[in-house]
């Protein structure tokens, strides 16, 4: 099978699964999401603020510049791709995008392009674009690269352009280089048109890049180190190597600034459908955790059948890991659950007190100096630790 007709086979397929996939999650499905909109009718899940947003028998048509509608599922598996089926006006440039507006792709009919919203902005020519015809366009995820692709349904050519993030490493003195941003595509899929007269979405379809897992990571930046890790070093960051590792399929859903309320609300649009042998969780360092939120989270996860394994949380510099460690394994005593001592592994004495600075990442605030992220040096040591605190991972 060529790839053209692969593509035709793969896009024809998927609509066939129709929305029971998104109703139903009995066994592993990488599809999250799938809707086909047929005409009016109720779509609570895709806000659109009224306007000039309708629901019509040919799709969703946009026509308001600058509307924004929002698929109000919260997602940060950082494996995953949205597909739009897209017909666009001839001057239309629609816009897909994250919903904090960090990641920006677009789809520019009358300049016949296709484009990311990096600096400098990474494009491509798209000769093909023809406002006649049908389209999917596929946004994706996989780690620290964002790609763009556009595939006509009537003739079957496609085009794509990516790029990749490439993180600082620390912040103001600290920083290893001066990076570049792509975006890391937080949190709600989000589409528009940014300039022209109109667009139909006729449907919308969420995937994991895979299912049936033997381990889903979950946390907050800790276990994002796509955001600030430089990508030549990208390999050596600690989910990297620990998925590396891992004899079956493995997965990272973190997400920087959260908390426990952010992941028990993403968690529940993830883990019931790719489903995972093992769901490990590092959170609290930005706070938010008690003996409540950690209890519900972990019977949320025994509840889907998943063995959930609750890490320590690294050291830092103001030493706020040792209470929320403290509360952390008297929720692991509770259950009876295993976790990672990353405290150990970041700490100067391993009692996971007192930071070793020489394991994370310096970032020189204005406000402040903080060693919050692990290096190179800090992921080492950490996934080295995995090997002794829950080596039944690599099994």
Not at 98 to 114: E, L, P, Q, T, Y
Not at 122 to 139: C, G, M, P, Q, R
Not at 178 to 204: M, N, P
Not at 232 to 255: N, V, Y
Request: with cysteine; net charge negative.
């Amino acid at each position: 099978m060529n790839d053209t007709s692969r593509l035709k086979y793969t896009s024809l397929g998927l609509v066939m699964m129709g929305f029971s996939a998104f109703l139903y999650a009995k066994k592993p499905t990488p599809v999250l999401y799938n809707r086909i909109i047929t005409g009016p009718g109720d779509y609570p899940e895709l806000v659109t603020d009224g306007g000039d947003a309708q629901f019509t028998r040919d799709g969703l048509r946009i026509a308001g510049k600058d509307r924004i509608v929002k698929l109000n599922y919260y997602y940060a598996l950082a494996e995953r791709l949205v597909r739009y089926h897209v017909r666009f006006s001839e001057d239309a440039v629609g816009v897909f995008q994250s919903d904090k507006g960090d990641f920006k792709a677009f789809v520019d009919m009358r300049h016949k392009r296709i484009s990311l919203g990096t600096d400098p902005v990474s494009e491509k020519e798209t000769d093909f674009l023809d406002a006649n015809h049908d389209y999917i366009v596929e946004v994706h995820r996989d780690y620290q690269t964002s790609k763009l692709r556009i595939v006509d349904l009537f003739t079957g050519d496609f085009a794509e352009v990516s790029a990749t993030m490439d993180g600082a490493g620390g912040v103001g003195e600290g920083a290893l280089g001066t990076g570049f941003f792509v975006g890391r595509q937080y949190d709600y899929y989000c589409f528009g048109l940014a300039e022209g007269t109109a667009l139909f979405v006729k449907q919308i379809c969420v995937l994991a890049k895979e299912s049936d897992l033997t381990l889903l990571i979950y946390g907050d930046s800790i276990t994002e180190p796509e955001g600030y890790f430089p990508t030549a070093d990208f390999p050596c960051a600690w989910t990297q190597l620990i998925m590396e590792h891992i004899s079956g399929k493995a997965m990272s859903s973190g997400r920087g600034g959260t908390t426990i309320h952010e992941l028990l609300e993403r968690i529940k649009n993830e883990l019931p459908y790719v489903q995972a042998k093992y769901v490990m969780i590092t959170i609290g360092t930005n706070g938010g955790n008690t003996e409540e939120n950690l209890s519900e989270l972990v019977e949320y996860i025994l509840a889907q059948g998943s063995i959930p394994i609750l890490n320590n949380i690294p050291c830092n510099e103001s030493g706020t890991q040792i209470p929320v460690n403290a509360m952390i394994e008297k929720v692991r005593q509770k259950y009876g659950i295993n976790g990672c001592k990353f405290d150990l592994a970041t700490s100067l004495n391993h009692d996971g007190r007192e930071v070793d600075q020489t394991t994370m990442y310096f970032e020189d605030y204005d406000w402040g100096k903080i060693y919050h992220h692990p290096n190179v040096k800090g992921s080492l040591q950490m996934y080295t630790r995995t090997l002794i605190d829950v080596p039944e991972i690599y099994e």
